[in-house]
């Protein structure tokens, strides 16, 4: 059995792969390419596509039962009005923070299905549910993985499988600290504080919270 991640090698992924180790969870880390190896099974997959989720799925399969999937990968981009957002920008969020979400999910849900078992958990953002000026298509984007979610878990109440999605503001990484060098970052949320809620969203405990919509907003 193990919990499949995706957008592993990032800097949230990164702190969701240890604690889940650290735990002793057996995870199968997934991202589009890995530069080194880990203490865990990785595989390096494009989930842009639905054959390359399901590719994804199936290599997971040979490695472990798929009992649970966590779901990180996403793009951001922003700072312009709506009259203003370009039509490549559009496409990009929505493919990055929807698209892949679906391909992944769908892939996933075939093993969950038809075990009768399975816990998912995404990642969206404060956005999806706070309106905040020049960020549209990445709200909107998030917002669509919030309504994905939950359709999904009224879907799939009768199968022992939950799935849940966690609102974080802004992640203190080491990425976010370069593109904002002023932030007062102590008011950002932990990647490990995402992780340890990650990690009893999929565990046995959790298996009648289904359809959360969960914030995680620190101090901001």
Not at 166 to 187: G, H, Q
Not at 198 to 208: F, H, N, R, V
Request: glycine content about 8%; charged content about 15%; some cysteine.
């Amino acid at each position: 059995m193990a919990i499949v991640i995706t957008g592993a090698a990032g800097g949230l992924g990164s702190a969701v792969c240890r604690v889940f180790t650290e735990a002793g969870v057996a995870i199968v880390a997934v991202d589009r390419q890995w530069r080194e190896s880990q203490a865990y099974a990785t595989i390096a997959a494009d989930l842009t596509t639905r054959a390359g989720a399901e590719a994804m799925i199936a290599e997971a399969a040979k490695i472990g039962t798929v009992d649970g999937l966590v779901h990180l990968v996403g793009g951001f981009a922003g700072g312009a009005s709506i009259a203003e957002t370009d039509e490549a920008t559009w496409e990009s969020m929505m493919n990055l923070n929807l698209r892949v979400a679906v391909n992944t999910i769908q892939a996933a849900l075939e093993p969950m299905l038809a075990a009768k078992h399975g816990r998912i958990a995404a990642i969206g953002s404060r956005a999806a549910v706070e309106a905040s000026p020049n960020y549209a298509a990445y709200a909107v984007s998030k917002a669509a993985v919030v309504a994905l979610i939950k359709t999904l878990a009224a879907e799939v109440r009768d199968s022992n499988i939950t799935a849940n999605v966690v609102l974080p503001s802004t992640i203190d990484t080491a990425a976010n600290r370069k593109s904002m060098p002023k932030a007062d970052f102590t008011k950002w949320v932990a990647p490990e504080s995402i992780a340890r809620l990650l990690l009893w969203l999929t565990s046995k405990a959790a298996g009648d919270t289904s359809g959360a919509v969960i914030p995680i907003y620190g101090k901001a």
